[in-house]
């Protein structure tokens, strides 16, 4: 019997959205359709996560059996519901929220089963939307114009089948998703040339500028107004807390604790950094990031730990990787220990080096330089050497870094006081 030849997976596509559609086009009686399925939607989310929230289900399956709650709705708008639901409710566990999500704002995360997207055959508008309502086989027909934005993202891609439509101050918009073919190179990793070190660009991660590249461009600088809105935060969260001990005596329910001005501000300056990054790159330049432990990244001060979790630095690494794939650029990970202490010039590692937030400078060589900066160069001269330094435990990196460095430079022991490698206390 002849073997079948393995099928060669197509590479994963990148999405897009196109944001801010307005249902301009739809007549008073398609609006009031669209309203009364609106209310009832939003309804049915809200018993959802009552139901949820009250029965204490930390694992929500979104194909789970849906819960006997009544609704005008039909089971397909159900299920899209629960679904929407499960993902807030997985979100609100993982953040370790106290206090029930109560929801403000309408959006209807659709499939095709619900609301889809055809093309039109007038010259008046370019597509219709067919959104299915509380009336079972009478779906309406909304028009749409995609803006000018929209229309470039759409060359780049083909449109999805599910569309998300959402209601802000009264007024309904439409999102839609473009699908991005993603690039798929040619060969295995052995089938690449050899990395040419002049186009490479080390990333350093941080929280007072959130992506500083070893080229010595800054991106992301917000965190003095970060530090002023989470100190903000933290004074209007105590007052909250103080309500809420009064709510709670009298049997009334609590306000909520979260912060969502931070949260869109940090997200927008995201955006905003890793598209600044990104296009100061050449096509053919390779990207060397930091292989981050985000959760175990922790300051001495609580104050610091506060602005660490606000500066959302998981979020911002998946932006930047999501950037350069849409750019078809390359990038590689490479393990981050000691990269704030190492010299990108000798390699010597000692925690004195960094003296400041801002400042490096080398004990062995003397080699000064914005401490993010030498962090960056670090980290491509890492690169190709992830392997031997993916070790165990982070502290056997050190170990490894100063043993080359006493091999290169054998009269440096005295610089470090005498220790041995991996000896010395940190």
């Known amino acids: 019997m002849t073997k079948k030849k393995k099928s060669q997976k197509k590479p994963k596509g990148l999405h897009k959205s196109i944001n801010n559609i307005k249902l301009e086009l739809a007549n008073l009686c398609k609006l009031n359709r669209l309203n009364e399925l609106g209310d009832a939607y939003l309804q049915l989310m809200q018993n959802y996560i009552d139901y949820i929230f009250d029965n204490e289900i930390k694992n929500v399956s979104s194909y789970g059996n849906l819960p006997d709650i009544n609704s005008e709705l039909s089971e397909r708008y159900k299920r899209c519901a629960w679904q ?103 060969g295995g990793p052995a089938a690449q040339p050899l990395a040419d070190f002049s186009k490479m660009v080390g990333v350093d991660l941080g929280i007072s500028s959130l992506f500083t590249a070893s080229t010595g461009h800054f ?29 709670r005596k009298k049997g009334k329910p609590e306000v909520d604790l979260s912060s969502p001005k931070i949260i869109a501000t940090v997200r927008n300056e995201i955006g905003r950094a890793a598209n600044q990054l990104v296009n100061i790159l050449e096509k053919d330049s390779l990207v060397v990031l930091e292989k981050l432990n985000i959760k175990g990244m922790k300051f001495k001060s609580k104050r610091m730990n506060r602005i660490l979790k606000a500066s959302k630095i ?24 000691y990269s704030s202490q190492e010299c990108s010039e000798c390699g010597f590692v000692h925690k004195d080096n960094r003296r400041t937030q801002e400042k490096f400078k080398c004990g062995y060589c003397e080699h000064t330089e914005n401490a993010d900066v030498n962090a960056g160069k670090v980290l491509i001269k890492r690169f190709g050497d992830a392997t031997l330094l993916n070790v165990g435990h982070f502290r056997e990196v050190k ?25 010395e206390h940190i």
């Not at 889809?116 to 309406?140: A, C, D, V």
């Not at 979020?315 to 393990?335: C, F, Q, T």
């Open 219 to 247: 991106f992301g600088q917000f965190s003095k107004n970060l530090k002023k809105q989470v100190d903000k935060a933290d004074a209007k969260r105590r007052r909250k807390q103080k309500l809420n001990a009064c709510l």
């Open 84 to 186: 929407q639901v499960a993902g807030i409710m997985k979100s609100f566990y993982a953040n370790d929220r106290e206090n029930k999500p109560i929801l403000k704002n309408l959006k209807i995360q659709g499939n095709v089963n619900v609301i889809q997207i055809q093309g039109s055959k007038t010259k008046t508008f370019e597509y219709w939307l067919r959104i299915s309502t509380l009336e079972r086989g009478k779906p309406i027909y909304v028009p749409i114009n995609i803006h000018k934005y929209g229309k470039n993202v759409l060359n780049e891609g083909q449109l999805c089948g599910g569309v998300t439509i959402s209601k802000i101050d009264g007024q309904w918009y439409a999102t839609l998703a473009v699908e991005i073919e993603k690039k798929q190179r040619s």
């Open 314 to 337: 998981g979020l911002a690494l998946d932006k930047l990787k999501e950037k350069l794939d849409y750019k078809h650029i390359r990038y590689a990970s490479v393990p981050a220990a």
């Open 399 to 423: 170990t490894i870094l100063l043993e080359r460095f006493y091999r290169r430079f054998p009269d440096a022991r005295s610089t470090s006081g005498g220790l041995e490698p991996g000896t």
